[in-house]
């Protein structure tokens, strides 16, 4: 049960800043984890889904199962952040999706007064025979960039299962992110990552998404939608592997520049093992697009706010 | 409305609009009729100000200003937009965004994204809550072109070949636009290829080799180009003795 307490507050507060509606974590009828810095501040279980909780020195750990066959009706909120300027919030998680289940979850971070924050995930996912999972993540950050962003994924789709992940670090600076996807796609399943990141300041950004097609007629897309602006560095790299039969995968990497001192770099890597693989990759990479921009400009907007509309649209 | 005196530009070296003279009237749909390569769309180009268009001789008067040396959104804010041949695709970016957009700097009582949808025959329904992306046919992204243009209610109205790549069924939707846009005091400038489109102009002009060789009724600049344009080997490279031809009037 959620106990209310100024911490739980805080966190609320900085949730609702990040995009989240603070109503959902206390709502019954949703599953929710509220983890504040290295403490659990709430837990909502429904039926089907199990949510074990337990504190760590620097962060927590957390287990979520849902019951084969459950149909989770409304998303199941995780919140996770650290509200002082400085911290270590290290959270280990394990997901495991029932066969047949279907749920969607809507994680925040958020970090909105962070100056030296490091905040890791290492998450295990397990995604059961023609499952469906969606996990949606927003993070929310403070302007000074002092924030190290570190979550490591690893999934597992099973035959006929579905996983669809989004990243997505648009609001704020985060100083250091460094995300590294990788899924193990298995028969007829389909696993879709998707990063959207807005870098700014002396941001450093590296997304890796892998995706190993191993079984027959996977699925899988490592999309990427990366922002540098102002001195920020950006690193894409989207691999797949297409180790089965009839596998399709595709690598989607747009980086865009703003400014003259940001950089960015993407790296397709595409390795067919089974010669009925099928792999593609398409990526771009350089400033807004000219005819986009001058298009809203010959609808009154100027210069800057064209490229705004463009890039807003573009990380949505 | 608009002037253009005496404009060149050349691009790489080459000369691609020569001596190029061109009067619009207010209100008036004024057909620009050329062959593939001769200019047309550079022409509306320079007219909306784009870059790598700018360096232009002779001068852009519009309403009495000369705009020669403003940026593109100063043309849009004073009344002068374009749809594109090929228009920009978006992600992210709703259909009733992208024409809100255009009503931001919109003239007198702008028409709802709803209504512009509606001009131009698409289902809002179906239409506002899209992308414009890459998930939009050809076609349907052309038509919200002109809707965007609708909803921004210009004094001057650029369309680059608005009936390329529309299916037959959906262009009786495009020529109305075009004469509502008329109906509600925006002057069109229409570029086009193809003469029967042309013939909706109440004026035209026939754009051959950079340079504008005939402006009068459309139905007669049509039979003019379909004569001395559409099989004419001189693309982008004028020559005098085809200036001078006494059949042309100017």
Known sequence: MIQLSHDFEEIAEAYEASGGQASSLLDKQSASLVVSHNKILGKNEIPGVRIEGEETP??????????PGTIVQKPVHLCFGVIPKDGIQEIISEFNIGEGARVTFQAHCTFPNAEKVKHTMDARIYVGKNA?????????????????????????????????????????AVGRLQVDYEGDVRKDAVCEFDARVYGKGDDRISVKESLFLNGENARGLAKSRIVSSERCQSEVIGEAVGNAPFARGHVDCVEIIKGRDARASAIPRLVVVDDRAKLTHEAAIGSVDKKQVETLMARGLTEDEAVDVVVRGMLR | ????????????????????????????????????????????????????????????????????????????????????????????????????????????????????????????????????????????????????????RPKLAILDEPDSGIDALSIDYVVEVIKTFSRNGTTVLLITHHEEVAEIADRASSLCGGTILKTGDPVAVARFFRNHCQECQHVNIPEKEEQNNDSIVA
């Open chain 1, 58 to 67: 620097t962060g927590a750990k957390a287990s979520i199962t849902v019951a």
């Open chain 1, 132 to 172: 469906e999972m969606t996990y949606s993540e927003t993070h929310f950050h403070g302007p000074s960039g002092g924030t190290e962003v570190l979550p490591v994924v690893r999934v597992t789709v099973d035959e006929g299962g579905v996983l669809k992940n989004e990243f997505k670090l648009v609001q704020g």
């Open chain 2, 1 to 152: 409305m608009l002037q253009l005196k005496n404009l060149g530009l050349v691009l790489n070296g080459k000369q691609i609009l020569y001596n190029l003279n061109l009067e619009t009237r207010h209100g008036e749909i004024h057909g620009i009729l050329g062959a593939n390569g001769t200019g047309k769309s550079t022409l509306a180009s320079v007219i909306l100000g784009l870059s790598g268009y700018r360096e232009v001789t002779g001068s852009i008067v519009f309403n009495g200003e000369n705009i020669t040396d403003l940026p593109v959104s100063q043309r849009a804010r004073r009344g002068i937009t374009m749809a594109w041949q090929e228009p920009a695709r978006f992600e992210g970016l709703s259909v009733a965004e992208y024409l809100s957009i255009g009503q931001r700097h919109a003239g007198n009582v702008p028409l709802s994204p709803r209504e512009c949808l509606m001009k131009v025959g698409l289902t809002p329904e179906n239409y506002l809550m899209r992308a414009v992306d890459t998930t939009l046919s050809g076609g349907e992204r052309k038509r919200i072109e002109l809707a965007s243009v609708l909803a921004m």
